[in-house]
DNA sequence: TATTGTTATACTCTATAACTATA
DNA sequence: TATAGTTATAGAGTATAACAATA
């Protein structure tokens, strides 16, 4: 967790001094939005990106992403459910899925058979070793959202969770 | 605007059938979430990607994605300061900045000045055909946020607005 | 030594198209 | 004809590193 950019909305202010110099310049230069101070896709990207990043890191011992993430608790929850059927939920290419699920069965997390009533689908089912794995991922994905909870503030994560899974 | 699957979140329960077969097959499939539901971060992703995806395509007769508008909005708003003060309150990289910049300035958007009190750093202007050109975009972008009000609920936008920029 | 801007590389994600095999 | 999955390509965005010029 570097003191990057993306933390460094926060801080600030803890200095007694009038204007911040040297290092801290930087927070002098704060430019007007205009317009952008409108458009809610510009505060939800910047959001989206500073927790995405948080995620990252905190799930950087397994080396799994957020559309990983996604695909394995989809699997785990759903066995035996087709590529169609999880690219369509998560609004995922079917091209990107069939590469990254390459990359999940070169793992051996996740395993592919041909269903059974389709000779075109294939059945996607977790390994006992993805299981096992997947246990361990879920710990620090539930880390990661308390840490989104203190960037955020608990109150105003709850708040947007709701109105944002109303939506869709 | 496709009916693509992004739009395709809400639709449904329109046919008074059992289930939907052949084409609305699709629709059947939703597939239990499970964790994901717990995770503001999924939700945020999604509806910025939505939202995106509305913005690129009412610009899209001018070219310009998201990442560009916000740069040309802060020049015309912020005019002659540097790369690195764009860069900072965007938190876009200042290597990417580099190359958008070329960009907007083979398009003849935008110029670039050497500063008169620092010789490594840049003044940032828009040109006369810029100005122009970008109270055109703002017209559109002003459009795209109508749609966007449209799509998710003007109250629920408002109230998101709210939270979010409240926080970063 | 640190900062500004530049070039380059690598990886993720998105968007298409083309192809096969099955239905 | 349409769907399921695969491969390939191109572009945007992100993350680094290395470098020259300047402070």
Redesign the interface.
Known sequence: MTPS??RG?KRRAAFGEGRPRGKNR?AR????????????????????????KD?IETLADFDVR?AQY?VL??I???PG?SQ???S??L?IERARLARMLHELERRQWVERRSAANDGRSHSLLLTPAGQKVLAQI?RL?ARH?KQ?AEM??AE??A???A??????
Chains 1, 2 share one sequence.
């Not at 910047?46 to 995405?52: G, H, T």
């Open positions: 950019s993306t909305l930087a230069d704060k430019l007007d939005l205009a317009e952008l101070n409108g458009h809610v896709g510009y505060f939800l990207r910047r959001l989206q990106v500073a927790i995405f995620f957020p996604s608790v989809l785990a929850a759903n459910r169609a059927a999880i369509k939920t609004n879920k994905a959202e989104a955020i503030g105003r994560r708040q947007l969770l109105l944002l899974r109303e939506f869709g």
